[in-house]
């Protein structure tokens, strides 16, 4: 079984700054994904990051990129030169089954991008 | 095509209606789920027909069905369902294990059920 643990309820940033989401999960699998998705108000699910946890570098996608720690299982999301559009709410996910079990999603965090 | 598309957007039913929420997806994918999303709360998966083979969440009650018509589609047929229901539903599909996509799951925008 997979768990996914995000600690922070809701995360404030003045646009044009960078903000670090947390996440922390376990599992029993050598061989496994981790995500961070987005939900903005639209309600659609938007794949933000992807990682695969046999890479020791950490993925990047434009302002997006991920703080790996396979060691601590710890996948923190950062966001740099934050905009009013990230405004968001961001959940971290595992995947381990190859598709057969979809995704563990944590809690959330709501994001909110001060003008 | 790069989207999944669900029907209907919205769907108001009352406790002894049938109705059916679609699911459509035409990038070849061999994996299709459905999760339950209550307000300020994470995705919980419901179905997975992955491979020709369906799995299910046993927490799910059974006035949930889902049907697979062909790799494209996948339905959830609601019946007798009650008010703590309401929810959105959310489909998605992936490739499954193999290719620079495996493991990604790409998510419709929801069909927003309240039951009365």
């Known amino acids: 079984a997979q768990t996914v643990t995000q600690s922070q309820p809701e995360m404030s940033v003045q646009e044009a700054e960078t903000v670090t989401l947390s996440c922390t999960y376990d599992t029993s699998e050598s061989d496994y994904y981790l995500f961070w998705y987005k939900q903005p108000p639209s309600r659609q699910m938007i794949l933000v990051i992807r990682?695969?946890?046999?890479?020791?570098q950490n993925a990047t996608e434009n302002r997006f990129s991920v703080n790996f720690q396979k060691a601590a299982k710890s996948f923190s999301l950062k966001i740099s030169d934050s905009q009013l559009g990230d405004a968001a709410m961001y959940f971290c996910?595992?995947?381990?089954?190859?598709?057969?079990?979809?995704?563990?999603f944590g809690k959330g965090t709501h994001l909110i991008i001060q003008p | 095509d790069t989207e999944v598309t669900q029907t209907p957007k919205h769907l108001v039913m009352g406790m002894t209606n049938k109705k059916s929420l679609k699911c459509e997806q035409h990038?070849?994918?061999?994996?299709m789920y459905w999760y339950k999303q209550k307000a300020k709360k994470p995705p919980e998966l419901m179905f997975v027909?992955?491979?020709?083979?369906?799995?299910i969440n046993e927490s799910v009650p059974s006035r949930f069905s889902p049907e697979c018509p062909n790799s494209s589609l996948l339905n959830l047929h609601l019946h007798a369902l009650q008010p703590e229901d309401s929810a959105l539903y959310l489909c998605?599909?992936?490739?499954?294990?193999?290719?620079?996509?495996?493991?990604?799951?790409?998510f419709g925008a929801g069909s927003r059920l309240t039951v009365l």
């Open positions: 027909y992955s491979y020709e083979k369906l799995s």
């Open positions: 996910a595992s995947e381990s089954g190859g598709g057969a079990d979809g995704l563990t």
């Open positions: 998605a599909s992936s490739q499954g294990r193999e290719g620079p996509g495996a493991n990604v799951l790409t």
């Open positions: 990038m070849g994918h061999r994996a």
């Open positions: 990682q695969e946890a046999y890479k020791q």
